[in-house]
Structure formats: C-alpha cells, structure tokens
C-alpha cells in the first residue's frame, strides 16, 4: 500500500508513437487535504475510489489504497465532490523495465503534459526517455488534487 513514484514533465508528444494504450479518465475529489485524498475516477470502463496519504519528505512515496467500485457509483459519486473535476487521457507508454503513465489534460488544465513512474524503492535506477523534461516529483502543484483546485491554465495569474 506504498506508492513510490517520480513524476516529470514532458517535452514532446513523441511518446505517443510509443504508447501501447490510452485511456479517457474523469476524475474529482470527496476531500483534497494533502493528509489524506480521496478520488473518485471513471477510468475508461471501470470506477475507481482511491485514498492517498501525504508524502514523505522527498515527495516520492506515500500511502495509496484503490478499490474497484461500478462506473455507475463512480458517476454518482463525482456529482458530489469538490468543485474542479480534472478531465485526461493517460497513455501507457514502456521504456525500459518500466512503465510511464503519461497524462495529457484537458479544460482548464490543457496544455500539461505529466508523466509518473512507479518504482519499488526510492533508489531503483529507470530509463529516462528523450520526451521526458523537468523533474516535478514533490512540487504539490502537480498533484491532481492541486490542478483542480489551482488550474494550470491559471499559473501565469499567480504568484508563486
């Protein structure tokens, strides 16, 4: 029930000629405090509830614990949570002995491309593709459950 991950940005859609599936996801969020999340998602054709617990100090690993649940619960479920529903397709794209899950946002949030990898330790060594840019594991903005509160089509107006 540890999720280890680092997260990037993307310079290139390059890995869509790598990618060997895609999925729509709809997403949104019963509670958002960085202590603990809780989303509900309709990924392609199966409903998802998930809870996260904060991150550690580097922001690589934190608690996650996911339960299948029906799209039809899903849908009701996203009806009530909190305002901002964050809409994209995630590609599945191999490197190496790995997997990147890359996100391309929509709405307020398009023009963000993220990639994540999952890794079984901290230190694990992975292949770092060309398409990959900035490294953003830990920066909270990047968390879905900070783009649905603070878009990313809205950074420019902020201050940092």
Known sequence: MLEIERK????????????IKEMRITQGYLC??????????VKGEKG????????????????????EISVA???SLL??????????????VPCGEHTYEVDEFYGE?????????????????FKKPSWLAEE??????????????HPYSKWSLETD
Not at 32 to 41: C, I, L, Q
């Open 73 to 75: 619960e899903a849908q």
């Open 8 to 19: 990037f940005l993307i310079n290139s859609n390059d890995f869509k000629a790598d990618a």
């Open 109 to 125: 949030n398009q023009g963000l491309m993220v990639a994540e990898v999952e890794l079984s330790s901290e230190s694990e060594a």
């Open 136 to 149: 953003v594991t830990g920066q909270t903005r990047y968390y879905n459950s900070m783009l649905m509160k």
């Open 48 to 67: 998802f509830m998930t809870v996260k617990g904060i991150g550690n100090e580097s922001g690589a690993s934190r608690f996650e614990w996911e339960r």
């Open 32 to 41: 958002s405090v960085p202590e603990r999340t809780v989303r509900v998602r």
């Open 79 to 92: 009806k009530i949570c909190e305002p901002g529903v964050i809409d994209k397709t995630r590609y599945l």
